[in-house]
């Protein structure tokens, strides 16, 4: 009887880590496919933009609400379905043939991400009541969710040059499948509670956001005074200041935004969402460089990312000993400098640069990013009641993806305008008609040196606009994120240093349900 327990939760574990482990690779795998998927479906920038910000968008949107779907109808239920749907849009996107429908697979991954992951946690503790073997699989399942996240370009590079771009999404299905079948099986139900959902917070802040993210993107395309996208923006303004009034009033809020009155917690939230706007929002751009200007193969983009992946792995746990000995501001603080330098030294490097020279930059932000995380999660914990650690986790990582989410839309614009302003500047001296300047500019997404498209048959002059332009604008874009991150370095400095410890009163014990989004990375 021991001996099938046992084994029941060994497989309880292993779904869980599954799940996890696929909706953390999505959020990174995409990047290096994306200059294949732009040859193959004749997407520039901003669809390939979309692509990305299809995913996160719709999970940083539900996340909180999928938390509270969870409590009402079964964790279980909820993560199955929650699987499932990320299985289906897995295949939906493996499928498209067009770039609308890729986008929309990729949503209803995100759908699925965030049905699923709130409740990974909640589960796991149901699983395993016993303290010391909840902590080894804890441990475990939180170290499954970083190597997704930290392999993914790693894993996508060689599937998308040996296999195509689909690969990355086919990989997927057959995983989901298995994990949707083991989860009916082993996975304990857990009966329902009341909750309320935050139906109108939800619509107000997926509404407000979606149409933020599409002005940001269609801006430089249509133009910033296109009607369409003044009236998106000015929308999404309206939609998004009455969220924010809306949650304030609430007893029970989807975003708890009464967590930014105590100034440390003001700074570790504004550190984790100003490290993924920067960071994250940058490195949506990289592969497209190193593929499209640089020559570079998928798999040689997806390799590049191991010099990061390792100051991660370097950086995690140094940082955890650094918070405890010296607390979270010494660590977040270095670390959002750090991803400073590291993007402001990038933006030196052009189209000639070599892996070598501007290794040291992928070491830096990669040491940096892994400094930052954990004393943020640190700061979390020491500064709320143990019965709020769920909502104040669940928001730190909703913000989290949110500042990736609005860091590829904005650094995007910047990028697309400056390059845009350039290459027509430099298209006209060369007696290139006006017309011609937007599919020109989609060039890097084709894989200019990649051998394909239209991009391949460009005259050399004009490919050589196409692509100094296209680092250009890079350049501006890394410069706008180093600068941003130098400030909240500074802001962070000054907020976790004026806040005094509060002591979270002893008697008040978390609920495994309190943790429900403690875990989402």
């Known amino acids: 009887m021991e001996k099938s327990s046992a084994r029941r939760k060994r497989l309880a574990l292993l779904t869980l880590c599954i799940a996890m482990f696929m909706a953390m690779l999505d959020n990174v795998v995409v990047n290096v496919a994306l200059p294949r998927i732009g040859q193959e479906l004749d997407a520039g920038i901003s669809g390939l933009q979309w692509v990305a910000e299809g995913y996160s968008l719709v999970y940083a949107a539900l996340v909180l609400t999928g938390g509270a779907l969870g409590d009402r109808h079964g964790r279980t239920r909820m993560f199955v379905l929650g699987l499932g749907l990320f299985t289906l849009g897995s295949a939906v996107a493996a499928l498209a043939g067009t770039i609308g429908?890729?986008?929309a697979g990729r949503m209803v991954q995100g759908v699925g991400a965030a049905l699923l992951t709130p409740g990974s946690l909640t589960l796991l503790g149901h699983v395993f009541t016993d303290e010391r073997e909840r902590a080894k699989a804890i441990g475990v399942w939180s170290g499954v969710s970083a190597i997704g996240l930290s392999i993914g370009p790693v894993i996508g590079g060689p599937l998308v040059e040996h296999f195509g771009w689909a690969s990355v999404f086919w990989i997927n299905v057959p995983i989901g499948v298995a994990g949707v079948l083991l989860a009916a099986k082993v996975l304990p139900e857990i009966p329902p509670r009341a909750r309320r959902i935050d139906f109108g917070g939800f619509a107000l802040s997926a509404a407000g956001l979606g149409l933020l993210v599409y002005a940001l993107i269609e801006g430089p395309t249509r133009g910033w005074t296109d009607p369409r996208v003044t009236g998106c923006g000015a929308a999404a303004a309206v939609l998004l200041a009455a969220f924010l009034l809306l949650e304030l009033r609430?007893?029970?809020?989807?975003l708890e935004l009464r967590l930014f009155r105590d100034g440390a917690l003001s700074g570790a939230l504004l550190s984790g969402f100003m490290v993924s706007f920067g960071m994250f929002g940058a490195l949506f751009f990289l592969p497209l460089m190193m593929q499209g200007v640089l020559g570079w193969s998928p798999s040689g983009a997806g390799y590049a990312g191991l010099a990061m992946t390792a100051m991660l792995v370097v950086a995690g746990p140094l940082s955890g000993r650094f918070a405890a000995r010296y607390?979270?501001?010494?660590?977040?603080?270095?670390?959002?400098?750090?991803?400073?330098?590291?993007?402001?030294g990038l933006s030196l490097y052009g189209d000639h640069a070599r892996y070598p020279e501007y290794l040291w930059t992928l070491f830096t932000m990669g040491f940096g990013m892994g400094l930052t995380f954990t004393p943020v999660?640190?700061?979390?914990?020491?500064?709320?009641?143990?019965?709020?650690t769920g909502m104040a986790s669940a928001t730190v990582n909703t913000l989290r993806e949110l500042g990736g989410v609005l860091g590829i839309a904005?650094?995007?614009?910047?990028?697309?305008?400056?390059?845009?302003?350039?290459?027509?500047s430099a298209l006209h001296r060369l007696g290139v008609p006006p017309e011609a300047v937007g599919p020109i500019a989609d060039a890097p997404t084709g894989a200019a040196h990649g051998g394909g498209g239209a991009a391949g048959a460009l005259p050399e002059p004009v490919r050589q606009a196409v692509d100094g332009a296209f680092v250009d604008g890079i350049h501006l874009a890394l410069r706008c994120g180093s600068a941003v991150l130098a400030v909240t370095a500074v802001l962070v400095a000054v907020l976790v240093g004026r806040a005094r410890p509060l002591a979270p009163a002893a008697s008040e014990e978390p609920r495994?349900?309190?943790l429900a989004g403690a875990g989402v990375a």
């Open 512 to 514: 495994p349900e309190d």
């Open 377 to 388: 999660s640190v700061a979390v914990l020491q500064r709320v009641a143990p019965a709020q």
């Open 101 to 103: 429908v890729l986008v």
């Open 250 to 254: 609430l007893a029970e809020p989807m």
């Open 327 to 344: 607390g979270p501001r010494p660590p977040m603080v270095l670390g959002l400098a750090l991803c400073a330098l590291g993007l402001g």
């Open 410 to 424: 904005v650094l995007g614009a910047v990028l697309t305008n400056r390059m845009t302003d350039g290459l027509t």
